[in-house]
């Protein structure tokens, strides 16, 4: 990677592992190499400053699955340098997406107006309020939403969902994010969605 012109990371949501990459690749790349992470809530000027080019450090984030996915959030630090930004830009738009800047703050755009979404819908189900099946199905149908907020768990993995909601929590103390009991112990039990065949909702095709 040496004489790469971008390096996009996307290793696992914890910040002394993205901060030890990045530390690694700055004495790896040249000056010019711009770096971005595809963190979905972490911050993004921390990982800038563990480089001495943290004015060529940005977020690029896709949405699951990417291929799919037209958005692309481009995330914007204190840091950042206008070039750096422009050209990140210009390169999601190379790609096809539709491209959103967006500042560093927990869970950016879409996780931030998300996140609380599908946690409160989780703790509908918990408080036996409805159903899962009927909370999805007043989304999809009530509400034109393509899937509903417990099947976007299973299908967004819900360690994944319960290590994204506990970040934000940690820097914004919202209630909101405070990830519910019922989502802890899914995790614990390996209960993590279709990755794992079992999530909320049993997908007997998994190993089909």
Sequence with gaps: MHDCDLIIEAIK????????LF??????CPPKTIFATNTSCLSVTEMATATSRPEKVLGIHFFTPPPLM??????E????????LETAVRFGKSLGK???VVKDTPGFIANALMIPYVLNAIRMLENKIASKENIDVAMV????????????AD????DILYSIAKSMYEDTKDPLLNPPLILKHMV?????????????????????
């Excluded at 393509?146 to 976007?152: E, H, K």
Aim: aromatic share 12%; proline share 3%.
């Design 141 to 152: 149908k009530g509400l034109g939403y393509p899937i509903g907020p417990i099947a976007l």
């Design 77 to 84: 630090t204190i840091l950042v340098d206008k070039n750096t």
């Design 70 to 75: 037209e958005g692309l959030e481009i995330v």
């Design 155 to 158: 299908y967004f993995g819900l």
């Design 188 to 208: 614990m039990a390996g209960r993590l969605g279709r990755k794992t065949g079992k999530g909320f909702y049993d997908y007997d095709s998994f190993n089909a």
């Design 23 to 28: 530390k690694r690749l700055d004495g790896l």
């Design 98 to 100: 539709t491209v959103f």
């Design 13 to 20: 949501e914890n910040m002394d592992d993205k901060k030890d």
